[in-house]
């Protein structure tokens, strides 16, 4: 008999909780442990804020990419994507590039657009000069 719980854990300093059914002896399934990643996901992509290292490093990780990979198909250079994940300090650019390719890959794992609340999302705008020329 499975009976429902709780599995939670913090992700890229993000707080993420998925519900599971345990076996019998209380054990977590793989799918589940899955789950709970695509949900981390979800939640980075979801927060308006810049992209920060540790959660490029996550998503990267989640996507199942080495460094190389992840740049290749951002048309990045190793060596940036290993700043970005050091730093966490990249242009606006490569922050949407990441997030849409992030959505893109584990949309067929289940991610969905409402899922990672991107339908309201809206990116910050630069803030422009009202100096008149």
């Not at 048309?75 to 990249?90: K, N, P, V």
């Not at 289940?110 to 309201?120: F, N, P, Q, T, V």
């Amino acid at each position: 008999m499975k009976n429902k719980k709780k599995l939670s854990a913090k992700v890229a300093g993000v707080r993420v909780s998925v519900d599971y059914a345990a076996n019998e002896d209380g054990r977590v399934g793989a799918n589940d442990v899955r789950r709970l990643e695509i949900a981390g996901v979800a939640k980075i992509l979801a927060s308006p804020a810049a992209l920060r290292g540790e959660q490029i490093r996550w998503i990267r990780s989640v996507l199942g990419l080495d460094p190389i990979h992840f740049a290749e198909l951002l048309g990045l250079s190793r060596a940036t994507i290993i700043r970005y994940e050091a730093e966490g300090d990249l242009p606006r650019p490569s922050d949407y590039a990441i997030r849409f390719l992030a959505l893109a890959w584990l949309s067929p794992e289940g991610l969905k657009l409402e899922d990672a609340a991107l339908a309201s999302w809206k990116p910050k705008r630069p803030k422009r000069s009202t100096r008149q020329p």
